[in-house]
């Protein structure tokens, strides 16, 4: 299974007898898998077998779920929710303190309040109502098939970028390997000149002490550890990006590996040339960071 972003969105409608209703589905980037519910009245209790159902599908993502319903007219009607109106009246006092210049409240005011007037659908028996909330659900499912294929078309187009990414860290590494291979030369040509220059000052010095120096200097700029460790994390990243399930994590942790070893060949560096290339392999890395952070 190719990978999948954790950004999408998708609505679905249906309808069953005098109830209509619509489904929204909205997903962002997230460390773990959160569902958020927020269901028409009366239909609370799809909030389990929803986080059930996403959870069965989704692994990562802040998903929020709306769930609205309309009945037909004729076949609904409204009711005070008395509640609301009453929790309302008992805050007005401490209104009126902190806005002592206001008016009383006026009845069309109270009642244009979201939540004091409320539709009701006809009356249902319970198997009809077990029958419309299956309905629902089925409807719920489709939206989440549908979030699913957006994301999934998502994480195609975060696939190309990635291997870009892949594609640029590949070729600095080879330029990095080539640049790498003239840097013990270079140093000890280096030493060589202040070994000379320190043995007109120090000629006590045995030669077996400078060639034992010369020799730790060379093994601490060596890269050739830290190059293949960068192509073994891309060919590892490469793996992840083919391999089935949410690799979103394990590509995260990738980063941080890569930039370990960007941070390394750029402190061992004795050349300008290898400096900017360990420069410009942090830069790509941190842009494959970056598309990595909305991948499931």
Known sequence: MPISSMTGFAHTEGQKGACSWTWEIKSVNAKGLDVR???????????????????ERLKRGNVSVSLNTVWNEGEAGFRVNHVILGELLMAWPEIRKQFPDAGPPSIDGLL???GVIEPVGEALSDVARDELEAEMLDGFDAALEALAAMR???????????NARLDDIARLCGEAEKLAAMQPEAIRERLKTQVQALLEDVPAIPQERLAQEAALLMSKADLREELDRLKAHRDAALGLMNANGA?????????????REANTLCSKS????????GLDLKAAIEQFREQVQNIE
């Open 152 to 162: 999934s078309g998502e994480g195609a187009r975060l696939s190309e970028a990635l």
């Open 247 to 259: 690799v979103g994590r394990k590509l995260d942790f990738l980063c941080q590996e890569f930039n």
């Open 112 to 114: 244009g309040l979201r």
């Open 270 to 277: 004795q050349d300008t040339g290898l400096t900017r290339i």
């Open 37 to 55: 519910c927020r269901l028409a009245n009366g239909f609370e209790r799809l909030e389990k077998p929803l986080r059930d159902r996403a959870a």
